[in-house]
């Protein structure tokens, strides 16, 4: 059974860090791209930041280029995401996607919310 608990959400204070775990099981991690999104209320889906199978590559949203670090550990079929000067438009649910060619799988999500 495939499984994506994500988890490290909260309410946080702008400035602040929060650090996003997606833990895995039940396929190949090692073998995916780990992506992070997110979705605000009332705007689209967008991709937050994605990380090759052996993490030699990573990509950013502009929106979050020098704030945010994805990492992975393939050891523990984890995936992170790392997120600093923390903003209130970073409030969001956050979600994160394994991918490899046609298969696909998302966890359930985690809130983050930025306020003071």
């Known amino acids: 059974q495939v499984q994506l608990v994500e988890s490290g959400g909260g309410l946080v204070q702008p400035g602040g860090s929060l650090r996003l775990s997606c833990a895995t099981s039940?396929?190949?991690?090692?073998?995916?791209?780990m992506r992070w999104y997110r979705r605000a209320p009332g705007k689209e889906r967008e991709t937050v930041a994605s990380?090759?199978?052996?993490?030699?590559?990573?990509n950013y949203a502009d929106s979050v280029k020098g704030r945010f670090t994805i990492s992975r550990d393939n050891a523990k079929n984890t995936v992170y995401l790392q997120m600093n000067n923390l903003k209130p438009e970073d409030t969001a649910a956050y979600y994160c996607?394994?991918?490899?060619?046609?298969?696909?799988?998302w966890g359930q999500g985690t809130q983050v919310t930025v306020s003071s």
């Open positions: 039940g396929f190949s991690f090692r073998r995916y791209v």
């Open positions: 996607n394994a991918q490899n060619g046609p298969y696909e799988y």
């Open positions: 990380i090759t199978p052996l993490g030699l590559n990573t």
